[in-house]
């Protein structure tokens, strides 16, 4: 009798070891989530910059398929058996985790109840208010290569149904069909599909290649599906580099010839669908829709401090070696400054200097702390920038001054959002709390 229910026995003595051992690793895991949580408070980092998931924890089951399906890492984490947003600050909106809950428990929103998030009013076809003029892209609130991509396109195609049906009333004064401002990821695919399209389309972008690319982190790039580009095909970039994803957009512009003016800044925009002044650094440009791709950045925030437009100064840094040798000076405390003085410290012979008004890097993220210990890089917290010289730095700290040397200076102290820009243009802007 007794060994006739051993097996049964030994069934359920391995089962309980099964379930202990599960809930031992399912208890360590929250208690590092929540660790993680806890750290991510208490460094600032608790506040999502953009589109980021709202989980609804009635309907959470914790069945942790969200915390799998993020590429990012571990951003979302199970505390208490349901799922959280752990590191807010480095969530970028992939939406993965969204698309992998079988529960429908997760809405991804922009902003929070503490902090709004400014978001271009825009209809399902990417038009905005201003009667002409339509957004895709970052500016839009998607920050994502594939998303950008994907929007560049449908706005683009919204505008060429738009121009079918309405033609030009004067075509001889009516200049392009479309000018485009930006050439980011949203920017680039926009003008190819006009190429497609037959529409006539002129870019105008204020910084290099790229756009906004150029400021992404050094390391991987990130996309979670193929996407579909004009005249190119299907892209598969599942995992590359900021240098790579340049190089690739560079070998497109060679091939298909998109009228891009790079250095060209939009100023102001005049008159209306069908008869439009685009204003810019360089001139004016007539044409009958416009397409912003602008990014969130907007315009560098500038320090406004003697010697700040010295050729020397500049506000990112997209490629390091060509600094090899150099003493730089870095000013910022976020994680764009971070990675732009371990950039320029890799180089053989760079002697690099951090500046930061703060008393610590809460901002950035751990990561970047941490490689930032083990670097070369002179840091020095609590400083401010006096004024720039063709060769110096002249820094305040612990009220005394500091001569730094300088042949390069990188301002990292962020972008001013073209929220005033958009309203000025007539395109509404709404703060959002935490909603779509």
């Known amino acids: 009798m007794t060994f006739s229910h051993s097996p049964v026995l030994i069934y359920l003595l391995v089962m309980i ?20 949580k806890q750290q991510a408070i208490t460094q600032g980092l608790d506040q999502p910059p953009t589109l ?3 989980i609804d ?6 069945c942790g398929a969200c915390v799998t399906a993020c590429p990012e890492g571990e951003i979302i984490g199970l505390i208490d058996g349901r799922a959280e947003l752990i590191e807010a600050a480095n969530c970028i909106g992939h939406g993965a985790c969204q698309a992998a809950c079988p529960f429908d428990a997760i809405d991804l929103v922009f902003g929070t109840a503490e902090r709004g998030v400014d978001i271009p009013a825009l209809a399902s076809d990417f038009s905005t208010t201003r009667d002409g003029v339509w957004i895709a892209g970052e500016l839009g609130g998607m920050g994502l290569i594939r998303n950008a991509i994907t929007q560049g396109v449908q706005a683009c195609e919204s505008v060429a149904e738009r121009l079918r049906k309405q033609p030009a009333v004067n075509p001889q004064s009516a200049g392009c069909d479309l000018v485009i401002v930006g050439a980011g990821p949203a920017g680039i695919a926009a003008s190819l599909t006009a190429k497609k399209l037959g529409i006539s389309c002129t870019v105008v972008e204020q910084d290099t290649l790229g756009g906004t690319v150029a400021h992404f982190p050094r390391n991987k790039i990130v996309m979670t599906a193929p996407v579909e580009l004009p005249l190119v095909g299907k892209v598969k970039l599942r995992e590359t580099s900021k240098e790579s ?3 690739f957009w560079q070998n497109i512009i060679t091939e298909h010839q998109p009228d891009i003016r790079f250095g060209e800044q939009m100023i102001g925009l005049e008159g209306d669908y069908n008869d439009f002044t685009v204003t810019t650094s360089h001139g004016q440009l007539q044409c009958r829709a416009v397409l912003l791709c602008l990014g969130r950045r907007g315009t560098p925030r500038k320090l406004e401090v003697p010697g700040e437009e010295l050729s020397h100064v500049v506000y990112s840094l997209t490629d390091a070696s060509q600094y090899t040798g150099c003493s730089a000076v870095v000013i910022g ?14 180089q053989p012979h760079t002697q690099v200097v951090l500046s930061y008004r703060g008393s610590g890097f809460s ?8 490689n930032l210990e083990r670097s070369a890089v002179e840091v020095r917290l609590n400083s401010q920038i006096q004024r720039i010289t063709s060769t110096q730095v002249v ?3 612990q009220q005394q001054t500091h001569t730094v040397a300088a042949d390069l200076v ?16 007539g395109i509404q802007v709404d703060t959002k709390y935490g909603n779509r």
């Open 395 to 397: 820094l305040a700290q």
């Open 363 to 370: 901002r950035a993220k751990s990561k970047n702390r941490l």
């Open 410 to 425: 990188v301002i990292c102290a962020g972008g001013i959002l073209p929220s005033a820009f958009l309203t000025k243009m």
């Open 52 to 54: 980021h998931p709202t």
């Open 57 to 62: 924890p009635n309907l959470c089951r914790g």
């Open 333 to 346: 405390g976020g994680d764009s400054a971070i990675e732009a003085a371990l950039a320029l410290a890799e």
């Open 17 to 36: 070891l099964i379930w202990w051992l599960f809930a031992h690793r399912r208890k360590a895991t929250e208690q590092r989530a929540q660790a993680r």
């Open 245 to 247: 994803l340049l190089e």
